[in-house]
Structures are given as C-alpha cells and as structure tokens.
C-alpha cells in the first residue's frame, strides 16, 4: 500500500493536533510536515514534497488562498483541500480559483475528511454541500445576468444611441457631452459586451430589445 503523505496548515495548534490524531488512524497515511500559516506551507511545500495539504483559509501573514496560488505555481500536481469554518463567497470562490481540489467545512466528520484525501489522490474532489449549493446559485445568478448589466446609466444611453444608428458627433450633441467623452464610453461598451465595433454593439443592443 502506498503512503500519501500530507502537510497539515492550519493557525492553530489543537487543529493541527486533531487531524494529526484522526488521519495517523490509517495506516497508508503520513503527515510528512506542518505549518502555522500560508508563508511557512510555502517554504516547507518543495522539502515535504506532499501529496496532499490540508488548507485552513484565514490565517496570519499569508492566507491559505495567498499560499495554494503559490503552491499550486511550485507544485502543481499537489492536492489541497480547504478545510475552513468559512463558506461564503469571498473565500468559496478565490479559494478554488486559487486551485484548491475539494473544500471541507471543520464541521466535517474524521470519516469525511480521511474519504476525500482518498479521493483526491484519486483525482477525485470533493465540495461540502453547503459550498457546492453557493456554488450553484452563483452560477445561476451569472447566467441570467446580461452583459448590458455592467454597463454605467450614461453608457447604457449611449448603446441605445448607438443602436438608433446615431453617428457619435449626434450622440455628443444629444446628451450634451464632449465627442472625446463619447469616444471613450463607446470604447468602454465595446470591452464589456466583448463585440469588436459598433455595428455588433448597435446588433447587441436591438436583440436586447434596448432600442426604442
């Protein structure tokens, strides 16, 4: 049976001890280094040399998705999984944008965790299913989002305007503002409906139902 050796990194010391406790359990499982924040994980990483880290997020002197983008950029063949108290969006999202595998609350039980580091060596991830439904309604959320709905109160009126077939010296003299101005909101509108000219801006806004 083949050992998978593991980096616990986690602030506080009864945490590290605990999941020591729990994964020493397995007979195939090794805790090959440890760490107290996300800048020692990255110093020990390449001397460990693990298969799979076990990832607290909020940390003192680097984050644990500060340190898995920085991991993932030394190793990125190791497996991390985030075991954190924290489900929201502004650790759920950059945490597996980082490249975090799985994403494990603390509520999880030793059964749990020691599954899904199987899993992950496995190539297998694993998200908790409060983070997994976040991600879902995230995801819904972006899909009925239109991409007019990025666009300021000002760019919307010119993309209407645009959509009219208004030259910009007609859309300068219509809101009363420097052709310049006009310059760079349709520049802007461009960018953020990701179409090339004006014509496809003019074709975004009609199919939109954005022209009067």
């Known amino acids: 049976m083949a050992e998978i050796k593991m980096m616990i990194v986690d602030d506080h010391d009864m945490v590290r001890k605990g999941l020591k406790a729990y994964l020493l359990t397995e007979p195939d499982f090794q805790i090959v280094g440890e760490a107290s924040n996300g800048k020692e994980a990255v110093t020990l990483v390449n001397e460990m040399n693990p298969d799979v880290i076990l990832m607290d997020l909020i940390m003192p002197e680097m984050t644990g998705i500060e340190a898995t983008k920085e991991i993932m950029t030394l190793r990125p063949n190791t497996k991390i999984i985030i075991i954190t108290s924290f489900y929201d969006d502004e650790q759920v999202f950059p945490a597996i944008e980082a490249g975090a595998f799985s994403y494990l609350?603390?509520?999880?039980s030793a059964d749990e965790i020691i599954s899904t580091i199987r899993k992950a060596v496995?190539?297998?991830?694993?998200?908790e299913q409060k983070?997994?439904?976040k991600m879902?309604?995230?995801l819904r959320s972006n899909q009925k989002k239109s991409l007019h709905d990025d666009l300021t109160k000002r760019e919307k009126e010119v993309l209407l305007l645009?959509?009219?077939g208004k030259t910009n010296n007609q859309i300068a003299?219509?809101?009363y503002i420097g052709l310049k101005t006009v310059k760079t909101h349709v520049s802007n509108i461009l960018g953020k409906l990701g179409v090339n000219d004006r014509t496809q801006a003019a074709v975004y806004a009609i199919r939109n139902g954005m022209v009067r």
Do not use: H, P, R, W
Not at 122 to 127: A, G, H, K, L, Y
């Open 105 to 108: 609350l603390k509520t999880a």
């Open 136 to 138: 879902m309604n995230q």
């Open 131 to 133: 983070v997994a439904q």
């Open 173 to 175: 003299e219509e809101l």
């Open 162 to 164: 645009i959509g009219e």
């Open 122 to 127: 496995q190539d297998e991830s694993v998200i």
